[in-house]
């Protein structure tokens, strides 16, 4: 056996042996017999490990030429520039390949990206020699080579249209058909170029599975636009990553577009009496009590908003506090609605809540599982509207009785009696419920306080009711 041969197998490369050997023979010619060929051969191993990685994903900025197979999963736009000092103008275009590991951009560079626009085709195997840098998305590589190889195969798959189920980090030109599941508002920021930016929300879902779509600057608009329970498609999308999900974004190069076509969203959601604390979960259910919005005054100055909803499926119900934006979602008694990313939480009385925020999701289904529940949620919404008006929050068994509320002796309470009560927020808003344990009341006041809050309230009580003339938070008292 040849010391060419023997350098070679002990090198783990895709170069077929005669392409090695031709290098060993160019390189001892090259330095002039200062090298034999053991040396030489040892030489172009050493640069093809310097240069072979394992896959996409090794290739770092930094890195010396490094070389690597790939399919191409999407072509570009050709591109001319004029370069300093020279009379042809500079051509580029650039290709997105992938292989099982990941995926990156690759740069062709004047005849290479002459030569794309003519023959490259999405689905082509490519060995690509170039330098890896940082690019605006991450890293890219600016090639030196790119060869065709009919012979290889990569294991990747080319897509038309995505579903969310087949999204993945690093995707870009994603074409994604999915029903509006929510919209969000626009907000702005600085960039560090001191100009403004802007950005909003969408959810959108599919039969398999649902995506959060950020929209960026002149797409923010979209949001405001476009309208829950609408099917769209995403055009020219990219996938990111933020705090472990994936999300579908839309920048200026990328569009959302009504379209004439049902798409079935089936959420996946957790038995509301499966639920535990610090768990994140997707919960459904018919909405039996709904509480108004209420503001509240943060720490740092700023105001938040919160409304509460509780929300029953077959194996049990829960309350809902839907923060921010969240608390202005259009949800009524008896909706069956879709509330996703929720955090479970130790709410009051030792009970378990559901927080609903930023990442959240609330979805009003129009096509609603005809079962016991909304039909439990539908006569409680029509109780509530004619019977007990005011104290939405509450549940049957849990209405304050005439006994409880203090109307018992009718004789003091017609005319108004001065009262001083203490108890706890067991429904914020206006009318207030406070409970101490072993009564309950109704207070009417504009004070803003939370569930939880143990509050005295001092006023006149009419049939059953407090007129607060005063309120009292304790501070610290919150449950």
Do not use: C
Request: net charge negative; glycine share 10%; aromatic share 4%.
């Amino acid at each position: 056996m040849s010391v060419i041969r023997e350098v070679y197998d002990d090198l783990d490369t895709d170069v077929p042996f005669e392409e090695f050997e031709a290098a060993v023979k160019d390189k001892v010619e090259q330095m002039g017999g200062l090298a034999d060929e053991e040396t030489a051969a040892m030489l172009i191993a050493h640069e093809l490990r310097d240069e072979e990685v394992n896959g996409i994903a090794d290739i770092e900025p930094g890195m010396e030429d490094v070389k690597f197979l790939a399919k191409v999963v999407s072509i570009g736009d050709i591109r001319t520039f004029e370069r300093d000092g020279e009379d042809e103008d500079g051509m580029v275009v650039n290709i997105e390949v992938a292989d099982e590991t990941g995926r990156i951009r690759v740069s062709l560079w004047d005849e290479m990206a002459a030569g794309a626009e003519e023959n490259l085709e999405v689905g082509t195997v490519l060995r690509i020699a170039g330098r890896p840098k940082e690019g605006f998305n991450g890293v890219e590589v600016s090639a030196s080579k790119v060869e065709e190889d009919i012979e290889a195969e990569v294991d990747v798959q080319v897509l038309d249209t995505y579903r969310v189920e087949d999204l993945a980090l690093g995707l870009s030109d994603v074409n994604l058909k999915g029903k509006i599941l929510d919209t969000g508002t626009i907000r702005t920021f600085d960039r560090d170029d001191g100009s403004e930016g802007r950005v909003s929300n969408l959810s959108l879902g599919d039969a398999t599975g649902r995506v959060r779509v950020t929209l960026w600057d002149e797409r923010a608009d979209l949001s405001e636009e476009l309208d829950v329970g609408q099917s769209v498609e995403v055009v020219d999308g990219y996938v990111r990553e933020r705090d472990g999900s994936l999300e579908l974004h839309v920048g200026s190069r990328g569009a959302v577009e009504v379209i004439d076509e049902s798409i079935e969203y089936v959420p996946e959601t957790t038995d509301i009496g499966a639920l535990e604390i610090g768990q994140t979960a997707d919960i459904a259910g018919g909405v039996i009590e709904s509480d108004s919005k209420r503001t509240f005054d943060r720490d740092d100055g700023s105001q938040g908003q919160v409304r509460n909803i509780r929300v029953k499926d077959e194996t049990g119900d829960i309350r809902v506090a839907m923060w921010g934006d969240q608390a202005d979602s259009d949800v009524d008694l008896a909706d069956y609605v879709v509330i996703t990313d929720v955090q479970i939480k130790d709410g009051w009385q030792d009970d378990l809540e559901a927080s609903a925020g930023w990442r959240s999701t609330i979805t009003v289904m129009d096509d609603a599982p005809d079962t016991a529940v909304t039909e439990e949620a539908e006569a409680k919404a029509k109780a509530t509207s004619v019977n007990n008006e005011g104290l939405g929050a509450f549940s049957d068994g849990d209405k304050p009785s005439s006994s409880d509320s203090g109307s018992s002796d009718d004789s003091s309470t017609e005319t108004g009696e001065a009262v001083e009560f203490t108890g706890t927020v067991v429904q914020a808003g206006n009318p207030v419920i406070l409970d101490d344990g072993t009564q309950t009341k109704t207070v009417e006041t504009d004070a803003e306080l939370g569930l939880g809050d143990e509050v005295t309230v001092e006023g006149t009580e009419t049939d059953g009711r407090i007129s607060a003339d005063s309120v009292e938070v304790h501070t610290g008292a919150r449950r």
